[in-house]
């Protein structure tokens, strides 16, 4: 039997694969058409200080978001306990970048708030159901059959001895 915390079976490994490439492109797909759109509503709202908070806006949340999946894509072959570190390290990490951005850019006049804020949120919330709707589609095995043998009956995890050889 393979260690629960160790790299997964080269099976679920593409499977997963599949899936987070699959998400990676949905959230490239729907950032840029985001983008076109914040950029045109924001033009029409409040100009050049639209056109700028929706470039910030898709830019952030492509930061945001994009970060999990590229973390999770990085660490597939590894076992738990390195996928753990990379994916909170990075969310540590892009919190605290967040954190910056927000207050570097609080004080600037260039950008309008509203449009950054807006398309900020139509982008990680998106960003969520396109996750969602990859993961769905998927066909990710929960079970890897091991390589024992084949006559085998599976033991189940309360029985003890004296129940597996009946």
Do not use: C, H, N
Not at 35 to 50: D, E, F, H, Y
Not at 54 to 64: E, K, Q, R, Y
């Amino acid at each position: 039997m393979t260690d629960p915390a160790g790299p997964l079976a080269p099976e679920a490994q593409a499977a997963i694969r599949t899936v987070l490439s699959r998400a990676l492109r949905d959230l490239f797909v729907l950032l840029a058409v985001l983008l076109v759109l914040g950029v045109a509503a924001g033009a029409m709202i409040s100009g050049a200080r639209g056109v700028w908070g929706a470039v910030l806006g898709a830019a952030i949340a492509l930061a945001f978001s994009g970060t999990t999946i590229w973390s999770m894509l990085r660490t597939v072959r590894s076992g738990l306990g390195q996928m753990s570190a990379l994916v909170m390290g990075a969310w540590l990490a892009k919190v605290v970048l967040l954190v910056v951005v927000l207050a570097v850019l609080r004080g600037l006049e260039f950008y309008d708030p509203r449009v950054l804020v807006v398309v900020l949120t139509l982008g990680v919330v998106g960003s969520a159901f396109a996750d969602y709707r990859a993961v769905q589609a998927s066909r990710t095995p929960y079970v890897v059959p091991s390589a024992g043998r084949r006559d085998e009956e599976p033991r189940s995890a309360d029985a003890g001895p004296d129940q597996a050889d009946r």
